[in-house]
């Protein structure tokens, strides 16, 4: 007879929203490996990210080109030197749900999420995962799954599956 050295938290998911948006470190480094593509093989970004409380964000990209990504409300405006774009995320379902997936993980909207997304989660010690299925099935063609892990009130990674299985992984670290 073997046992296992496993031991479970008992962390509820509430909880665990309850501390990531409680976490007063709002801002991080992050490196971002988009998987191979029809054009190249894979794609890495590095730069930082902050969120504040009233759920704007803001993505600075360091490599392999400087831009600048801010979301406020309904509006993402992506900034490549002295363009300035902005477009409305309700025009962008699919665009709109995965960033809103992460904005109300952020911010613990736990009843947002479920409106749109089915959870899947587990536990073990103080690590998670937070899987997210979209509910939209036109955004379930384009996104398959949302996966955050972390550990306690730090997100470690969020890694988003779309259609064909694309992947895009964000590794987070403290500034």
């Not at 709002?26 to 969120?51: D, M, P, Y």
């Amino acid at each position: 007879m073997t046992f296992s050295n496993v031991v479970y938290s008992n962390l509820s998911i509430d909880h665990i929203f309850d501390l990531i948006a409680n976490n007063s470190n709002k801002s991080l480094n992050f490196v971002e490996i988009h998987s191979e593509t029809f054009f190249t093989e894979e794609i890495r970004t590095t730069g930082s990210v902050a969120f504040s409380d009233n759920g704007a964000m803001s993505k600075y990209i360091t490599t392999p080109n400087k831009s600048e990504m801010h979301i406020v409300g309904n509006t993402l405006s992506l900034i490549n030197g002295e363009d300035v774009k902005s477009i409305s995320l309700a025009n962008y379902p699919v665009l709109s749900s995965s960033i809103n997936a992460i904005r109300w993980i952020l911010s613990g909207e736990k009843s947002k999420i479920l409106e749109n997304y089915f959870i899947n989660y587990t536990i073990k010690n103080n690590n998670w995962i937070i899987d997210l299925i979209p509910k939209n099935e036109e955004v379930l063609l384009k996104i398959s799954s949302i996966s955050v892990t972390g550990n306690g009130k730090n997100i470690a990674t969020i890694t988003l599956i779309k259609s064909g299985k694309v992947v895009v992984k964000t590794i987070f670290s403290n500034l």
